[in-house]
């Protein structure tokens, strides 16, 4: 999972101090420094040669294995006939539309299940069946209702993405200032103006975190969505080399969930630091 | 206070359920361990391992089954050292032999040959009479399997290549509820799913045609390479027992098929009915030069198993396919044929 929760304000610390300089050298050579550490360290381990190569391939065969898979050589055409791009983009595209609809269900879930506590009790056992469910166990029922397209794999996705973004929302509503709601009911408002001015704006930045641990959910569960049927997508790519024993096509895929993982929760990050600028400050 | 309850707590559970794993095998420490990986299709191996012919021929040694779902994990499994004896299909033992994984075990034995229990059925309504009719359609088959290698065969024979089909990677069950929601055209799959999809549809090929026209497809038995250089007698007695199976399987198909069926979740007649539909060699035939061939004499299984490297080629899983020399030299016939009937 790739959703932490430090609070960004820390980023914004007031400049002018003698150590500023120490904040961006840190995030800017720390992760760098790591990313080299790391990429000695599996030379080292390859080249120890106490493995076999299919379990730990030279960094280089990886690497060739990207290229192979990026373009066109020898008249082959990527994998399965696919480029790396296309194979994340068809992903992308799914994972996207997963979560649209995930997500958007879910923080409607959470906002009613938040509010009206009857709802909450009716609702509450199904959303943690939901959760506690593998997406793996139920698949095989989404290819029987859904065929094998494009819907299951969505639902799927979607399926992964509810429940933490209904949760998060949930418990953010509930957590809503009491004193603040009293005071603005005091003051007149109505039910809907509550919701709009006191409840939401407090917890939206919870449910930001809900969000990007639902984006997550949905993006680990990628390879179980594209199990059948999966070429394109970078999943269906995985379990394809995988059957194969073919390690440095399935080290390339990982590399592309994994760090096109990194790049959505950044965007997110900045879409929340501008969302919720007031998080962490109240 | 309470954390560190609720942490000892954990602890002890913890403790108390590593000690609680379920496992019925009670390995004696005292004797050394023969670990054989098998798969559920259909084959001698269940025989042995139900009747436990091997624990009752080999009593100084254990004996450890493990269940493994696809041939590629089979290959994982003796790339980590972790199994002495595999069963698994021609089309994972070619790649297991190729480079770059160049896994050190032989072939010494041949479960099955894939007759009408692996077939590419087209579905009714769909007005496909013939497999140059696929061309443009839409045709499922577990990828990396020996489905997969029969199709390309089937579709090569008559000038189609991967290109001119849509193909589909779906694993048997999911075939089935691809063909009834009407998402696919044919497929190339095996029992019991088959005999699903032959009730509404049109058998064009199977995999006994393909076989007679030189594409078979097997379920092999290897055995790493160091155990055989150590315990010849091992390999021996447990050759004897598989071609004690495959005696039974000829002799006996009604006792062969209850033992199997005890081992997967199907009943005796349905059993019965696959293997009357599967090859099953003759001890004979094992160590005939068709098949393994004889001692000094590798048969022409290499050849069947340099087809499926350059299969494995083609469909770029691999740089390059083996030499034909590579796989004589991985067809484990010491003593063959005499070490079977004895």
């Known amino acids: 999972m790739f959703a932490d929760v430090v609070p960004p304000s820390a980023a914004d610390a007031p400049p002018g101090t003698s150590r500023d300089w120490r904040g961006p050298l840190t995030r800017a050579v720390l992760p760098l420094l790591s990313l080299i550490v790391f990429l000695l360290a599996w030379q080292g381990a390859a080249a120890s040669g106490i493995w076999n190569e299919t379990f730990v391939p030279y960094p280089s065969t990886v690497w060739r294995a990207f290229i192979n898979v990026s373009t066109v050589h020898d008249g082959v055409r990527g994998y399965g006939g696919y480029l790396l791009w296309e194979h994340l983009y068809m992903t992308l595209r799914r994972v996207f539309a997963g979560v649209v609809i995930g997500v958007g269900l879910g923080v409607a879930l959470g906002l009613v299940m938040g509010s009206i506590p009857w709802v909450r009790s009716v609702l509450e056992p199904w959303l943690t069946f939901l959760r506690a469910l593998p997406p793996l166990a139920y698949f095989f029922l989404l290819v029987i209702w859904l065929g094998i397209d494009e819907a299951p794999k969505v639902t799927l996705l979607a399926l992964a993405a509810l429940p933490p973004a209904a949760v998060a929302t949930t418990a953010a509503v509930v957590a809503a200032p009491v004193g603040l709601i009293e005071a603005a009911r005091a003051l007149g408002a109505s039910r809907w103006d509550v919701v709009k001015d006191i409840v939401v704006p407090a917890a939206l930045p919870e449910t930001f975190t809900g969000i990007r641990l639902a984006v997550g959910m949905a993006y680990s569960s990628v390879v179980a969505a594209e199990l059948f049927n999966g070429i394109p997508g970078v999943g269906g790519l995985v379990k394809d080399a995988s059957n194969y024993n073919n390690t440095p096509v399935v080290l390339v895929g990982i590399f592309a969930i994994g760090i096109s993982g990194l790049i959505i929760d950044g965007l997110l990050r900045g879409v929340e630091r501008r969302a919720v600028p007031w998080r962490g400050k109240v | ?342």
């Open chain 2, 1 to 342: 206070m309470k954390l560190k309850k609720i942490a000892a707590l954990a602890a002890t559970l913890a403790v108390a359920l590593t000690g609680c794993a379920i496992d019925r095998s009670k390995p004696d420490a005292s004797k050394p361990t023969i670990r054989i990986a098998y798969q559920t299709f259909p084959s001698g191996d269940l025989i042995v391992k139900n009747n436990k012919w091997l624990e009752e021929a080999l009593p100084d040694y254990n004996i450890k089954w493990t269940k493994f779902d696809s041939g590629a994990d089979v290959n994982t499994a003796f790339i980590a050292k972790q199994v002495d004896f595999g069963a698994l299909g021609s089309s994972p033992v070619a790649r297991g032999l190729s480079a770059p994984l160049n896994i050190p075990y032989q072939v010494a034995f041949i479960l099955d040959v894939a007759g009408d229990n692996e077939a590419l059925v087209a579905r009714n309504g769909t007005g496909i009479g013939s497999v140059a009719d696929l061309r443009g359609k839409r045709v499922a088959t577990p990828f990396a399997s020996t489905a997969h290698y029969s199709l390309l065969a089937a579709l090569a024979q008559n000038g189609l290549s991967a290109n001119d089909v849509q193909l589909v990677d779906l694993q048997p069950q999911a075939i089935l509820a691809a063909w009834e929601r009407g998402d696919i055209a044919a497929a190339y799959s095996w029992l019991p799913t088959l005999d699903q999809l032959e009730k509404s549809g049109k058998v064009l090929i199977t995999s006994r045609e393909l076989a007679d026209k030189g594409k078979p497809t097997l379920d092999l038995a290897a055995v790493a390479s160091s155990f055989a250089e150590d315990n010849p007698k091992v390999v021996d007695v447990w050759r004897q027992q598989q071609a004690r199976a495959l005696t039974e399987i000829k002799n006996d198909p009604d006792a062969a098929a209850k033992a199997i069926a005890a081992e997967i979740a199907l009943s005796p007649d349905d059993v019965a009915q696959q293997l009357k539909k599967t090859v099953f060699l003759t001890p004979d035939q094992v160590a005939s030069p068709e098949w393994l061939g004889t001692d000094g004499k590798p048969g022409n299984l290499a050849a069947n198993l340099e087809s499926a490297s350059q299969f494995l080629a083609d469909q770029k899983q691999i740089p390059a396919p083996a030499p034909l020399s590579v796989f004589q030299g991985a067809l484990y016939t010491s003593g063959l044929p005499d070490a079977l009937t004895r």
